[in-house]
Each structure stands twice: as structure tokens, then as C-alpha cells.
């Protein structure tokens, strides 16, 4: 149906209808996968030996699209050697192919917090740094009790600060009593954890 050109950008089509917008339909080769698979600036996977688009499916087999726990789209690309598939983030594979990183950064950021957007506009190199900052600013984080994955309420946290400045109690100690281990204990005794609570915080 459309033809393709191996190190070169390829016309598909006038546009595609991509998340509610109209988009230019580019294609290039994904890297270290010439010759077989290509992605569109939106995120779009061609199948360049079946001359198909890659569809969401519930299939760890090569050639299919995943959608991951944490919600970003996967997708399957196969090796060729017996069988061997590997998994790749969609909004990575944009950013590779589309997106130039003179710095280096490794992570990929969703600049409107949308991971289902996978679109060239929406993505930017970040350092990790930069995009824990966005992900805070923009309230896609939870933090301290309304975070699911907790096991210490703020009044606890406030609790262990308290009584390890009395120097009677260990972080050992301190984790054997609150059900946490030593590292976490630490953690929050130097702030790298739970950095927003102050000792006047009255809860």
C-alpha cells in the first residue's frame, strides 16, 4: 500500500487522524530494526514486511502493541534469533527516532501528562530530575498517605524524626517498630523522603 524507503523519511499520506488532531503521517525506520519496522512522528508502528500498522493487542508475540501497568504503550519488536522479542516504550522510540539529545538525557517526559499522547509535540529529553519536577508541578504525583503504596502516615514520619534525635533508638530499631526497613528510616531522617513534612506541622 505505501512504499518504503529504508534511511529516509516517508510521505504515507496527507494526514492521519492522531489524539483528537491532525498530524503529517512521517515515517522513518526504527533504529537497529531497518528494513522492518518504521514509526510515525505519532507514534504509529508499520510492519514493513506485512505492509500493516501495528494494533494494540494483549499479545507478548513480536509485532504487537502492549499496553504496560503504568500505562504507556509497548510495543513487541522481534530479534530474528529463535524467536527472541523485545519490549520498547512507544514514546521512547519517538524520541530516538524524531527528537535530537545533544545532552544526553535519559528519560522521555509527556509534556501534557497525557502517556496515552505519544505524539512528537508532547515529548521532550529530560534528566530524571527534570521530569520528577514536572511530573510534581503538574500534580501527576502522590505523595505521603495518598500515595497507595505507603505504609507510614505523616504522623508516624514526624514520630521517627522525633525519636531518633533523642539518640536512644537506631534506624534498625526504628524500622523493626514501624514495620519499614533501616534504608526507608533513613531516607526519612535525612529528608530524601517525606521532604515536606516540618517538625510544626501540627497532625
Not at 494526514?15 to 522513518?28: A, D, N, R, T
Not at 535519559?106 to 505524539?119: P, T, W
Not at 530499631?173 to 523522603?193: D, Q, W
Request: charged residues 25%; aromatic residues 12%; proline residues 1%.
Amino acid at each position: 500500500m505505501f512504499a518504503h524507503k529504508t534511511r529516509y523519511t516517508v510521505l504515507l499520506a496527507n494526514v492521519e487522524q492522531y489524539s483528537g488532531f491532525c498530524v503529517l503521517k512521517y515515517m522513518k525506520d526504527i533504529k537497529g530494526f531497518e528494513n522492518k519496522y518504521a514509526i510515525t512522528e505519532g507514534g504509529k508502528v508499520w510492519n514493513c514486511k506485512t505492509k500493516k500498522w501495528l494494533s494494540l493487542r494483549g499479545s507478548g508475540y513480536a509485532g504487537k502493541v502492549l499496553r504496560h501497568k503504568r500505562h504507556y504503550k509497548t510495543i513487541v519488536l522481534g530479534l530474528g534469533k529463535k524467536g527472541r522479542v523485545k519490549y520498547f516504550y512507544i514514546h521512547r522510540l519517538v524520541a530516538i527516532t524524531f527528537i535530537p539529545n545533544p545532552q544526553k538525557k535519559r528519560e522521555v517526559n509527556h509534556i501534557d501528562g497525557n502517556q496515552e499522547n505519544n505524539h512528537i509535540s508532547n515529548l521532550e529529553w529530560v534528566t530524571h530530575k527534570e521530569n520528577a519536577q514536572h511530573a510534581y508541578l503538574n500534580g501527576l504525583t502522590t505523595r505521603g498517605e495518598k500515595n497507595t503504596q505507603t505504609k507510614l502516615t505523616e504522623k508516624q514520619v514526624l514520630e521517627i524524626r522525633s525519636l531518633y534525635v533523642t539518640k536512644q533508638f537506631s534506624h534498625k530499631k526504628l524500622g523493626e517498630k514501624y514495620g519499614v526497613t533501616p534504608s526507608n528510616i533513613y531516607m526519612i531522617i535525612h529528608r530524601k523522603n517525606w521532604s515536606y513534612l516540618k517538625e510544626s506541622d501540627n497532625i
